[in-house]
């Protein structure tokens, strides 16, 4: 009896060893779903070099990545995951856009990963990876503090964007003055930015007074009519900064309309969203200084220059991104003894990434972003 008792025990004691080293050895799959045809292929072939950049970066074997092309359609993208679903992949990085989450919610014990920066709307098995609105404006708010900036005006274009902007507006609580919508089309623009800096009357003001000074009898009203006729309008603008929720030739089309109202970049602060250093913005000297979050920096452009060196091909901001998601990915794992649930990006961790600071909490993941400004035609950090 007590010899078959031991040969249980060593039996089992054996049999858990196997049991831990197979567990130890088993591989941790991560699906991938990407465009790899089409007219985003160049982006896909993009992440996926840059997540075996990461995975080369890791060291560890045991994370291996199943790659599917969605060909950057919803339907595709669904029989994509359902591919990688039957395979027993639990956590999927991707899609790419946000029109393809919308047929995923379906998978309820699958995690996506997704790249996109819109957080309202999503369906509950997503997370967004993407530098969000509510990031982008929290670091806006530390801006206005260190500035002492109490008038700030947000100016939203009207697109599919601005519900994101609204409901960051609401999450950050952000002081603002006024907020404005605006339409992008350049005939309407101009009007619409005349209005809101109130630009007929402070016109109207410099009228009335050019006429009163002529009509008075001061002794200096040459030298006084000679200087008003300098100026393009008379008195103050209610509102110390602008923030335009804008990018590339549109954001340059609302600076430039706030030009010819006469709201000038040195009158007011303008500030606007992540231009990931448009170097296209280092030209518009009229502009400056303009203010902006972002990633880092130097981290941005060492790894664009680690991509050109190892593929011959620039990169993206979508690659940057997708290198810092397997770290976040493989982080998150390594602290949850590799097991793949729904509590993954539930419980409240912090990650160093490339781009900066990773805030993970109840399936939300927003960015310790810096600060920027272009001025004298080059891109200085503040903070």
């Known amino acids: 009896m007590k010899t078959l008792i031991k040969l249980l025990l060593v039996t089992t004691l054996l049999s858990l060893a196997l049991f831990g080293k197979s567990i130890a050895n088993e591989k941790v799959k991560i699906g991938l779903i990407v465009p790899l045809s089409g007219e985003y292929k160049e982006i896909g072939i993009s992440v996926v070099q840059a997540m075996r950049m990461a995975i080369n970066k890791i060291g560890d074997d045991k994370i291996v990545i199943k790659v599917k092309d969605n060909f950057a359609n919803p339907r595709n993208t669904l029989e994509a995951a359902e591919q990688l679903y039957s395979e027993g992949v639990k956590i999927i990085v991707g899609p790419v856009f946000n029109k393809n989450l919308a047929l995923l919610s379906?998978?309820?014990?699958?995690?996506?990963?997704?790249?996109t920066n819109k957080i309202n709307g999503n369906p509950n098995n997503v997370i967004s990876a993407g530098v969000n609105a509510v990031s982008q404006i929290n670091t806006i708010k530390k801006f206005q503090k260190r500035e002492n900036l109490e008038r700030s005006v947000f100016l939203i274009p009207k697109t599919e964007f601005q519900s994101e902007i609204d409901y960051a507006i609401k999450k950050t609580k952000i002081n603002l003055k006024d907020k404005f919508i605006y339409d992008t089309d350049p005939t309407k623009l101009t009007a619409q930015i005349e209005k809101i800096t109130r630009y007929p009357q402070r016109k109207q003001n410099l009228i009335d007074e050019i006429n009163r000074v002529e009509n008075s009898e001061d002794v200096n009203k040459e030298k006084k009519i000679e200087a008003l006729k300098k100026k393009d309008t008379l008195g103050g603008i209610n509102f110390d900064s602008v923030i335009i929720a804008d990018f590339e030739e549109n954001l340059k089309s609302v600076?430039?309309?706030?030009?010819?109202?006469?709201?000038?970049?040195?009158?007011?602060?303008?500030?606007?969203?992540?231009?990931?250093?448009?170097?296209?913005?280092?030209?518009?000297?009229?502009?400056?200084?303009?203010?902006?979050?972002?990633?880092?920096?130097?981290?941005?452009?060492?790894?664009?220059?680690?991509?050109?060196?190892?593929?011959?091909?620039?990169?993206?901001?979508?690659?940057?991104?997708?290198?810092?998601?397997?770290?976040?990915i493989y982080y998150l794992l390594?602290?949850?003894?590799?097991?793949?649930?729904?509590?993954?990006?539930?419980?409240?961790?912090?990650?160093?990434?490339?781009?900066?600071?990773?805030?993970i909490n109840k399936n939300i993941i927003t960015h310790k972003l810096n600060f920027y400004v272009v001025e004298d035609e080059k891109i200085k950090k503040i903070f």
């Open 106 to 115: 379906e998978f309820k014990d699958v995690t996506f990963v997704s790249f």
């Open 255 to 328: 600076a430039t309309s706030l030009l010819y109202t006469d709201v000038s970049s040195k009158r007011v602060k303008y500030i606007t969203l992540n231009q990931w250093f448009d170097p296209s913005l280092v030209k518009e000297k009229n502009l400056q200084p303009i203010y902006f979050p972002s990633v880092n920096e130097k981290n941005f452009q060492k790894f664009n220059n680690e991509y050109l060196s190892k593929f011959d091909k620039n990169s993206n901001q979508i690659a940057f991104l997708s290198y810092d998601i397997v770290g976040l």
């Open 334 to 359: 390594y602290k949850n003894d590799f097991i793949i649930d729904k509590n993954l990006f539930y419980k409240e961790n912090i990650f160093k990434g490339k781009i900066g600071v990773f805030e």
